[in-house]
């Protein structure tokens, strides 16, 4: 018997020990009201310093204080959607003019609590929403894809993406790049390989070298942090088979393959937002998709000496296009 | 296809089933010591994740590759350390410990890729790993050159590593002491052998291995680390041994099956023109290795003791 409560006991707290090591700490921040300054909340969904989604917003936020002279506080809410609404209602009541949740699952939260504040705006990350001060921001990759297209249908023999899982923002980029592939070339091949992982560097690697093996001369992955097996796959196999860098400059991972790298600084996006609350000049009647009419925004660079003139020449052609919305980007596959 | 077009295509699978089998060869095996001295550890992931992390940091740091190595091995004999304190000596459950052994896995060193490596990467890259060495003559055969003789060291290393633990396992007074442990630790007792003892050095080797298996994923398969890079495969590994019969060839057996449809898999995803979806090919290399395991069936029970703590 002692012994079973022992064991039961030392399991307890091993268990314990593990997950205190594994587990971190987080908090939140809240700044004084003062009427009359402009005021800029944040609801992030998790620590705001972790990386990746949670850091852009909170980058962008710093960057408002910094350039607006905004007052600005944040909250970390984590998963829990009760604490959404508070956090809105909170912000709002205190005159805060331009409000971000960042991420879709904030956007119920906003809609039931805009109601009640009409002077406020809110704004919801990945949202398409348009409700009368509820307002989705999202940013449209398939416009960047579309110019990689129509540089890999010039240049290339064949192309090979490499997706991470199969959801709307990795499919509308494919559907991109394939459309602007065909507008130069409709017979040219194109081939798509989802990891079913965002993680999985070494089976996008893998991936890369099949596509490479099957004829592919252009191969560009959207998958998170395993995209970068796709450089090392082309690093290795060594020159003539191009890649673009997705939302940042990836150049130095494969530097004799990457043609070109695709920027989309979405924080810019949340800080041209706030500009135009701030100057009371937000006409903007839909919900908000950055795309490459929004220059500091979304933008593709070559690199030096690797594009000619003349696929230069037609791929500028093609972005005045997409800003004049003479092309639609996502028109449909057959 | 043309004939010469399916050699080709082949010799391509074959090549990337060896690389994709190569981590759950050096984990699988670790394991198969583990289960057979009776203890279960479900925490593999968590350690391939550690020796994945600690390997590309001492990599990235030293530029050498097999320091990288050692020191990821050290890591998992810490974290087998830790594992057999909680769970031979103290007793503790197998399964809660090695759950929260994932959980520190991917904590810890998601923390510590943060606070060392962020915003680092894009600057300074002077990062050694692994790299395919091309077997001189051999490697130009076709067909068997691609597929056996153009891999890393690592790959190279994976039939020795085996033969040396099947060896071990079945050959030495060290290896039948550890498979009594597993089926009956009281005759092992009784024999003056000390059950604590030999379940310590197993779960060692078990922890040892699946690090080595983490870190091939950062310093040979690719050279990079990324949070959560071993995306699951410390719990195929886990099934890895069961349909290898908890035996050291069985598991490499059972690997290399795992490898060649997963690299068929995203070969065939990349064959354009073909429109099923691509979850089915996804889960290919799951099905049809139980599919071929049930084919195969022969009679094996696990471990006697396996899961049960030992006392005296």
């Known amino acids: 018997m002692k012994s079973k409560i022992w064991q039961l006991t030392s399991t307890l707290l091993g268990s314990f020990l593990l997950l205190v090591l594994a587990g971190g700490c987080s908090g939140g921040s809240e700044k004084e009201i003062n009427a009359g300054v402009f005021k800029v909340g944040l609801l992030s969904p998790g620590p705001v310093n972790g990386q990746g989604w949670t850091q852009i917003a909170y980058e962008a936020l710093l960057k408002i204080e910094k350039e607006l002279g905004a007052q600005i506080s944040y909250v970390e809410v984590e998963q829990s959607p009760a604490l959404f609404e508070r956090a809105f209602r909170d912000y709002a009541s205190q005159g805060y003019q331009m409000v971000l949740g960042h991420g879709f699952e904030f956007q119920d939260a906003a809609l039931t609590v805009a109601k009640d504040f009409p002077n406020t705006y809110f704004f919801i990350s990945s949202s398409k929403i348009r409700e009368g001060n509820v307002i989705g921001v999202d940013s449209d990759s398939s416009e960047a894809f579309y110019l990689m297209g129509v540089v890999a249908a010039l240049m290339g023999k064949a192309a090979g993406l490499v997706g991470g899982v199969e959801i709307p923002p990795i499919t509308n980029a494919f559907i991109g790049f394939t459309n602007g592939v065909r507008s130069i070339d409709p017979d040219f091949p194109i081939s798509t390989t989802y990891l079913g992982s965002w993680t999985d560097a070494a089976a996008a690697k893998e991936a890369a070298f099949s596509m490479i093996a099957e004829g592919a001369d252009f191969i560009i992955p959207d998958a998170d942090a395993a995209g970068s097996g796709v450089y090392q796959a082309l690093n290795e196999t060594g020159p003539g088979y191009w890649s673009f860098g997705i939302y940042n400059d990836y150049t130095s991972q494969a530097p004799n393959n990457m043609i070109g790298n695709y920027f989309n600084d979405y924080g810019q996006g949340l800080v041209n937002l706030a500009r135009m609350v701030k100057d009371g000049n937000f006409d903007i009647q839909t919900n908000v998709e950055f795309g490459l009419k929004d220059e500091d925004v979304i933008w593709v660079k070559f690199v030096e000496g690797r594009v000619p003139v003349d696929v230069q020449e037609s791929v500028e052609t093609a972005r005045q296009g997409i800003i004049d919305s003479k092309i639609n980007t996502l028109s449909p596959i057959r | ?312």
Request: glycine share 10%; net charge positive.
């Open chain 2, 1 to 312: 296809m043309e004939p010469l077009a399916i050699v080709s295509f082949l010799a391509a699978v074959l090549a990337a089933t060896w690389r994709l089998a190569t981590p759950f060869i050096f984990t699988s095996l670790g394991e198969v010591f583990s289960e057979r001295a009776g203890v279960l550890n479900i925490g593999l992931e968590g350690v391939m994740l550690i020796g994945a992390f600690t390997a590309f940091a001492i990599t990235f740091f030293t530029g050498s590759p097999v320091l990288g190595l050692a020191a990821a091995i050290t890591s998992g004999l810490a974290c087998g350390l830790l594992f057999a304190f909680l769970t031979v000596s103290l007793s503790a459950n197998q399964i809660v410990v090695g759950a929260a052994l994932n959980l520190v896995g991917l904590g810890l060193t998601s923390f510590l890729y943060r606070s060392i490596f962020s915003g680092r990467m894009e600057t300074a890259r002077e990062y050694v790993s692994f790299s395919p060495l091309e077997i001189p003559f051999l490697s130009s055969i076709r067909f068997f050159g691609d597929i056996l003789f153009k891999q890393n060291l690592m790959v190279y290393a994976t039939p020795i590593v085996v033969l040396l633990g099947s060896f071990i396992l079945y050959r030495t007074a060290f290896g039948l002491s550890v498979r009594s442990t597993g089926e009956h630790p009281r005759t092992v007792d009784s024999a003056g052998l000390r059950v604590s003892m030999i379940r310590y050095a197993s779960v060692l080797i078990g922890c040892g291995l699946a690090a080595v298996g983490g870190a091939y994923l950062t310093v040979a398969h690719t050279n990079q680390f990324n949070e959560g890079i071993t995306s699951g495969r410390g719990f195929i590994a886990l099934a890895v041994v069961v349909i290898g019969r908890w035996s050291p060839w069985g598991a490499f057996a059972v690997s290399l099956l795992f490898g060649f449809f997963y690299a068929l898999q995203l070969r065939l995803q990349a064959v354009s023109g073909i429109t099923i979806p691509y979850q089915f090919f996804q889960a290919m290399p799951y099905l049809l290795t139980l599919v071929v395991f049930v084919a195969m069936r022969r009679r094996a029970a696990p471990p006697g003791a396996l899961g049960v703590p030992y006392k005296s």
